[in-house]
């Protein structure tokens, strides 16, 4: 069973949150670019993965959004973990700014 859960921000640009998920969490993300996602940045271990990045899709079309249902959240963060961790969920619900959008168990 795997845990992802979306969280989202129109407070925050990716560098502040990146900067305030590290700070909460003890970890190191690194920056990444794709030609999908555009920048975005990566932390986690082979077991856990946290993402943060822009809810825009880069290229053409600026209206295109990778949480649509979202429009207002201007940076997303995505967690990954093999488990539910609540007290994972916990620190990053401290974040102010920072509002739990999505949950889903595959």
């Keep these: 069973m795997t845990d992802h859960h979306t969280y989202g921000t129109s407070t925050h640009t ?3 949150l990146v900067r305030l998920v ?3 969490l ?3 993300f690194s920056e990444r670019d794709s030609d999908y996602r555009g920048v975005y940045h990566l932390a986690g271990t082979s077991n856990e993965r946290i993402e943060i990045q ?3 899709i880069p290229g053409d079309h ?3 959004l990778y949480a649509p249902e979202h429009p207002s959240a201007q940076v997303l963060l995505l967690v990954t973990t093999p488990s539910p961790d609540p007290a ?3 620190r990053l619900d401290s974040i102010e700014g920072l ?3 999505d949950f889903e168990t595959a």
Excluded: I, K, M
Aim: glycine share 4%.
């Design 14 to 16: 990716a560098s502040e």
């Design 22 to 24: 590290s700070n909460r």
């Design 26 to 28: 003890g970890l190191v």
């Design 54 to 56: 822009p809810n825009s």
């Design 62 to 64: 600026e209206d295109d």
């Design 88 to 90: 994972l969920q916990d």
């Design 99 to 101: 509002t739990h959008l």
